[in-house]
């Protein structure tokens, strides 16, 4: 099989066409995106970085809540799983999951938090039972916990 030298072809659109267009070409797989950084006096590059950083944290948090979920509930893999690769979903399937984005999210959220108050139970249980094995020494001594002193004590 012979290996061909990519052909480039650049691509100029509005704005509101761009997600579209890029979303077709990486569904396509034909093509290589590369980001160029042509800039004339028609034609310029929106500084796109704020929305990056917001994607990468919401990317961020949805695997955080993955990653707790498999803690507490490990998926069923076979042995032969890994060499599978990713599954193909369709186009209807897509675009019903970025409408549901905001709810993922949210339950990602929701998982996050519970996370962090499981943690701080645990960090408060282990405080307690510091505390109880301070005082285990002293639980065997016949005076009695709720003992306030004598009527002639000393100070």
Do not use: H
Not at 36 to 51: C, G, N
Request: aromatic letters at 10%; one cysteine or more.
């Amino acid at each position: 099989m012979a290996m061909l030298k990519m052909q480039r072809i650049y691509i100029y659109a509005l704005l509101k066409y761009c997600k579209d267009i890029l979303e077709t070409l990486q569904r396509r797989g034909v093509v290589e995106i590369e980001n160029m950084d042509l800039e004339d006096s028609v034609f310029y590059k929106d500084d796109t970085s704020a929305f990056q950083a917001q994607y990468q944290r919401m990317a961020s948090n949805a695997s955080e809540a993955s990653g707790i979920l498999s803690r507490y509930v490990p998926r069923k893999k076979g042995l032969l799983s890994s060499f599978k690769g990713r599954e193909q979903i369709s186009r209807s399937r897509y675009d019903e999951l970025v409408d549901e984005t905001q709810d993922i999210l949210r339950v990602a959220y929701d998982i996050i938090a519970c996370q962090k108050k499981i943690d701080a139970n645990i960090a408060e249980k282990v405080k307690y039972q510091s505390q109880l094995e301070v005082i285990k020494p002293w639980l065997s001594l016949d005076v009695p916990m709720n003992f306030s002193g004598t009527a002639k004590m000393t100070r």
